[in-house]
């Protein structure tokens, strides 16, 4: 993060928060889905709630935009209090996954759709339609309807209707999950660019982590309904602060062990010194310890390097200029662990199944945890 950046980021979270969620809870029935949900959101910054299928995500931002009505809490935009208030008399746009355009209108109409009530005249509605399809790149795509646009295009003109009212905030509800992988990619880029430039503090729904990860400020996980973690990309990657996080976003290895007091745990006949581990566990207990497939070293190891053991290659799997590679070591008293090599790695240290590979764990990046409850 550049110096400018990491400014920025300092001079938004300084002001005062652009939403303010407190105490919220909703209940279906018998279902909670939010449970004590508390939340600040920053100005200017784009925040992702990442989750799965079920975990509240899409229920919070409905609530959030007055589509649901919370069954406890508060929420506060801007200093003012919209807890209760219908969506119409909220301010913010919405931008939904099946792009939700007037099939019967053309561009120019749908962009301007929220526009036509206002006391804009005529020649300025124009020219801020125009404006704004300048800004999502379709300038000339005025007088087309949206059967004659791709979905990726479609989902740029909903997103200029959004910004047509210059809302305080901008929600997405999983607005790239219907197009395809190549466009969702080219996409996401292209909103995170138009979010910084028009500095509108946003508020994404995702279940793609990899989504998250690329494009979010600040990335809020949650799980059954509650938050698990709040914190920048690096942060929920490198420092997940529960299983459920570290299992969630991104790849992981899961180890059986024993803790020896202090930061010092065994994993089979290897002892591992754990820096990271930030939590007291009393020697003898059993503890799960997360290592991502990355945090291995394979090259230039020497014969007193930390955590280092002998390995073989039981499976590779090719992903292009990325593979796995699932090792098993006697060490380890037969647990296996899956971990990343570049395509020239492979080839660099014969990495193939049946080989043989000495390794050293990056103890430092592991995280400890208690072993996850069994039904």
Known sequence: MDMTAAKLIAEAMSAPPALEISGLH????????????????????????????????????????????????SIVQNGRDISWLPADKRDY??????????????????VGYGLANSRMRKPEIKARVAELLALVGLPTSGDKYPSQLSGGQQQRVALARALATNPGLLLLDEPLSALDATVRVRLRAEIRRL???????????????????????????????????????????ERPATPFVADFVGKVNVLRGRALGGKRFRVGELELECEACNSHFEPGQEVSLYLRPEDRVAENLQPDTPHRLNALVTKVEFLGGLCIAEVTSDALHGQSLGLHFSLNQ??????????????????????????????
Not at 36 to 49: A, Y
Not at 94 to 106: E, T
Request: with cysteine; proline share 4%; glycine share 8%.
């Open 26 to 73: 909703k209940n279906f029935e018998n279902f909670s889905a939010l449970r004590d949900v508390h939340l600040t959101v920053h100005p200017g910054e784009m925040l992702c709630f990442l989750g799965p299928s079920g975990c509240g995500k899409t229920t919070l931002l409905r609530v959030i935009a007055g589509l649901e009505t919370q069954t406890s809490g």
């Open 346 to 375: 492979m080839h660099d240290l014969d990495i193939r199944e049946g080989n043989r590979l000495d390794i050293a764990l990056r103890a430092q990046r592991i995280r400890v945890f208690e072993p996850k409850a069994t039904a």
């Open 195 to 237: 979010q910084k430039q028009v500095g509108i503090t946003t508020i994404m729904v995702t279940h793609d982590q990899e989504e998250a990860l690329s494009m979010a400020d600040r990335i809020v996980v949650m799980n059954h309904g509650v938050i698990e973690q709040v914190g920048t990309p690096m942060d929920i990657y």
């Open 93 to 110: 746009g919405i931008v939904f996954q099946s792009y939700a355009l007037f099939p019967n209108l053309s561009i120019a109409d749908n």
